[in-house]
T-cell receptor
Framework: QKEVEQNSGPLSVPEGAIASLNCTYSDRGSQSFFWYRQYSGKSPELIMFIYSNGDKEDGRFTAQLNKASQYVSLLIRDSQPSDSATYLCAVNSGGGGFKTIFGAGTRLFVKA | DVKVTQSSRYLVKRTGEKVFLECVQDMDHENMFWYRQDPGLGLRLIYFSYDVKMKEKGDIPEGYSVSREKKERFSLILESASTNQTSMYLC???????????FGPGTRLTVT
């Protein structure tokens, strides 16, 4: 069974700190990796995506991939209370297929 | 901005009823998806479509069918609603699965 696993949290960090969110995936052939943010009662919003060829930084967010360990991370620098949400990791199935497999999400709480 | 709309935010139906959930996207995306989201289970793919009149089963298609007669519209049909189909239903679209998806606001369906 192809899976994406995340620690459900909650992960609690103080305002201004770095929040580090992680997920592992089981399909070695996965080519693209996504991070979605979901506020309570809202739908997921795509915030970052990376391909198997490298990491990406966008503002306060950095997505990193460790292919050898099949591990994806999202770093949020200078965390703000507005970053408090559930973060979903998703992985596109290998071979460029249409299926994207989601993790169950990690709840992040940023304390003011 | 990509806009994905869903016909209802909240819906209450009775067991055995036929239920139609509509999704419309305005960005000419090829790919459209229906997910359901349940606490602790994350997002699970029901069906997807990569072209007009094309459809593929996702991970949990039982009890559901779909229709895509026009590129911008993707409908999810519950042939005979059951209480275990009470869930949040999320529609998404994407230009390519390599770049992630854009979600609609969701429909919270309750089957009594």
């Amino acid at each position: 069974q192809k899976e994406v696993e995340q620690n459900s949290g909650p992960l609690s960090v103080p305002e201004g700190a770095i929040a580090s969110l992680n997920c592992t995936y089981s399909d070695r052939g996965s080519q693209s990796f996504f991070w979605y943010r979901q506020y309570s009662g809202k739908s997921p919003e795509l915030i970052m995506f990376i391909y198997s060829n490298g990491d990406k930084e966008d503002g306060r967010f950095t997505a990193q991939l460790n292919k050898a360990s099949q591990y994806v991370s999202l770093l949020i620098r200078d965390s703000q209370p507005s970053d408090s949400a559930t973060y979903l990791c998703a992985v596109n199935s290998g071979g460029g297929g249409f299926k994207t497999i989601f993790g169950a999400g990690t709840r992040l709480f940023v304390k003011a | 901005d990509v806009k994905v709309t869903q016909s209802s935010r909240y819906l209450v139906k009775r067991t055995g009823e036929k239920v139609f959930l509509e999704c419309v996207q305005d960005m000419d995306h090829e790919n459209m998806f229906w997910y359901r989201q349940d606490p602790g289970l994350g997002l699970r793919l029901i069906y997807f479509s990569y072209d007009v009149k094309m459809k593929e089963k996702g991970d949990i298609p039982e009890g559901y069918s779909v229709s895509r007669e026009k590129k911008e519209r993707f409908s999810l049909i519950l042939e005979s609603a059951s209480t275990n189909q009470t869930s949040m239903y999320l529609c998404a679209s994407s230009p390519t699965t390599m770049r992630g998806g854009y979600f609609g606001p969701g429909t919270r369906l309750t089957v009594t």
